[in-house]
Nanobody, 122 residues
């Protein structure tokens, strides 16, 4: 069983930046893909970035060019650097791991953190 804890969320003005972290503990297996997801009120959870064990990355079109996912396997930590933030980026952000598939579909990931809130004001 792996435990995931997100941090780094907060409130920022449009155009600002935040860096989210996701620390993993327990049984960690870096051979699986890890990802970041977000869910705004009244909307479905969406995948925004994923990284596989080789370091390859994929992004949702809505964040491509603005967000960067990275992982430090030695520290068992996943990161999401978010630049040029927009009000529509406001959501609860979750990290997830354990996917055998290199995809952005939430149902392919089996371990989830509790989330960290990101609020972007205009």
């Amino acid at each position: 069983q792996v435990q995931l804890v997100e941090s780094g969320g907060g409130s920022v003005q449009a155009g600002g930046s935040l860096r989210l972290s996701c620390a993993a503990s327990g049984y960690t297996d870096n051979s699986f893909a890890k990802g970041w997801f977000r869910q705004a009120p009244g909307k479905e959870r969406e995948g925004i970035a994923s990284i596989n064990s080789y370091g390859a990355t994929i992004y949702a079109n809505s964040v491509k060019g603005r967000f960067t996912i990275s992982r430090d396997n030695a520290k068992n930590t996943l990161y999401l650097q978010m630049n040029s933030l927009k009000p529509e980026d406001t959501a609860m952000y979750y990290c997830a791991s354990g996917s055998r598939w290199f995809v952005l579909q939430p149902d392919k990931y089996n371990s989830w953190g509790q989330g960290t809130q990101v609020t972007v004001s205009s």
